[in-house]
């Protein structure tokens, strides 16, 4: 019979000491269950082979191995928590932003309504005033005595439903000939809007079958660059000044 030396294996009780629910309870407190669980199978798929071969030492190095996997892991489970955070504070971040902008919109908006309600009230003011004064200022400048009173209109536009506002609006004679006035009443006015205005007038003329020859073209503003009153002048509008009615 031969005699197999001991000395340098695993004690038996020791070993026997190792099992895996141990394990996996002892890791479930560092790492993830799913985690853990994982590590103890592995650990108890070599267990036989520990009881019969694995030294102290060698057991003991594979207790430092483990012991490393464990810290790695728990140092993931850090890192992923610590990202988790971070996305969590970045969209918390983010909803207060878009808290703070649409604030900020509805803000602009509201601030953009009474801008338009201001500048519609001094529009019809300015209108009302043209109605009154254009007349006399006709009268004595271009010899064009006004019938009937000025007023606002509308007329139909190229497409079905659709209307092209007219501010200033009426109808007066000069040397026996009709003539149509048609003006606009504004604040200040740029070439984009001269442009547009006589895009009306021309609309106006077909509607109203009047030749350019017999249309009178008024604008009525509180304030214009010089650039711009050349321009409009240039384009045979009489324009006048809002202290001027």
């Not at 140092?75 to 996305?87: D, F, I, P, S, Y």
């Not at 007066?172 to 205005?197: C, P």
Request: proline share 1%; net charge negative; hydrophobic share 35%.
């Amino acid at each position: 019979m031969n005699f197999i030396d001991n000395s340098h294996l695993v004690d038996y009780t020791f070993v026997t000491m190792i099992n895996t629910l141990t394990i996996f309870k002892d890791l479930s407190h560092y790492i993830e269950p799913q985690a853990a669980q994982k590590i103890a199978e592995i650990l108890g798929q070599v267990y036989d082979e520990v009881t019969q071969t694995v030294t102290k030492k060698e057991f003991n190095e594979l207790k430092e191995i483990v012991g490393d996997l464990v810290q790695a892991q728990k140092k993931t489970e850090e890192r992923l928590n610590e990202l988790a955070q971070a996305q969590r504070d970045l969209a918390q971040a983010q909803e207060r932003t878009e808290i703070s902008l649409n604030r900020l919109i509805e803000d602009h908006r509201q601030t953009r309504e009474r801008l338009e309600n201001i500048s519609d009230t001094v529009g019809y003011t300015l209108e009302n005033q043209s109605y009154k004064g254009l007349p006399t200022l006709l009268k004595r400048d271009l010899g064009i005595a006004v019938e009937g009173r000025l007023l606002r209109r509308y007329l139909a536009g190229e497409r079905k439903g659709q209307y092209l506002q007219i501010n200033i609006y009426g109808w007066g004679k000069k040397d026996s000939q009709r003539i149509l006035i048609l003006g606009e009443a504004k604040t200040s006015v740029s070439r984009q809007e001269i442009d547009l205005f006589q895009r009306v007038v021309k609309r106006a003329a077909q509607l109203e079958d009047v030749s350019s020859d017999n249309i009178c073209q008024v604008v009525v503003v509180h304030d214009v660059t010089p650039q711009v009153e050349e321009y409009a002048r240039g384009k045979g509008l009489n324009l006048y000044w809002s202290y001027d009615l």
